[in-house]
């Protein structure tokens, strides 16, 4: 069975477990999500108790619903928030607390739309965190996401304009019934160093997987042609959409 079998199992078992176990936030729903849980803010609040969210200026965080209250926080505390664009198509967006008066509504999508400014990736300052969104995490490190690839790809642009480094931690919030035994690792795949629950953080102690940049010849053709930041890189390293890639 190939790593992505694997994977796409391991994600559909986590699902149906979270359904079952009716452990679910609104809207109640697992299957093709970063699923929101009960008890996600107190996973998000025991992570922004980290030194290393303390001290850190610059926080990227996924748009997902069980990472909102980390987006809220970082506003709150007058960390610059830089938030994905859904499925990277507007690329990233970037949040002044200082232009922010409601912290709640600005940790929203919609209100981050309205109140960010999209800022190409070089123009981003440098990062001091990463909070991905999982659907499974690995003790350690390894997570899966929904099978689309994008906060891999996240992680390849940034590390591509320098805004992140092998040493930049990556944390997470999960409920309990997410953590499972092993995920393979692919080429592509960035680890975690440490996943949060309602309850407890649990520290990596795997090989960190930090991929240099954008791996071209593991990029789906469609996931390219969809995504205008992509094709712009593309160009930049005279690939072109539709074309065998090297």
């Not at 850190?56 to 965080?61: D, L, W």
């Not at 001091?128 to 642009?157: H, Q």
Request: net charge positive; glycine share 8%; with cysteine.
């Amino acid at each position: 069975m190939s790593a992505r079998e694997v994977k796409s199992r391991i994600r559909h078992k986590v699902w149906s477990l979270l359904e079952e176990r009716k452990v679910l936030g609104f809207p109640f729903r697992a299957f093709g999500r970063i699923p929101n849980f009960r008890g996600s803010e107190r996973a998000a609040n025991l992570l922004c108790s980290s030194e290393e969210f303390r001290l850190a200026g610059v926080v990227k965080v996924n748009p997902d619903s069980p990472q909102r209250e980390v987006r809220r926080r970082c506003i709150e505390e007058g960390k610059t928030l830089i938030m994905p664009t859904p499925r990277l198509r507007r690329g990233f967006l970037l949040i002044d607390p200082k232009k922010v008066d409601d912290a709640s509504k600005a940790s929203s999508i919609g209100g981050a739309f309205r109140i960010g400014e999209l800022v190409h990736p070089r123009s981003l300052p440098r990062i001091d965190l990463l909070v991905f969104g999982s659907v499974a995490v690995a003790p350690d490190g390894a997570r899966i996401g929904k099978g689309e690839g994008y906060a891999e790809l996240e992680y390849a642009i940034l590390r591509r304009f320098g805004k992140v480094s092998d040493e930049t931690p990556i944390f997470t919030t999960v409920h309990p019934l997410q953590i499972v035994g092993k995920i393979p690792l692919e080429e592509f795949d960035v680890s975690l160093d440490a996943y949060f629950t309602p309850e407890l953080r649990f520290d990596a102690h795997g090989r960190k997987s930090r991929p240099p940049g954008v791996i071209w010849g593991l990029l789906p053709e469609e996931k390219l042609g969809e995504t205008p930041l992509l094709q712009e890189l593309a160009a930049e390293d005279g690939i072109r959409v539709g074309r065998a890639r090297p």
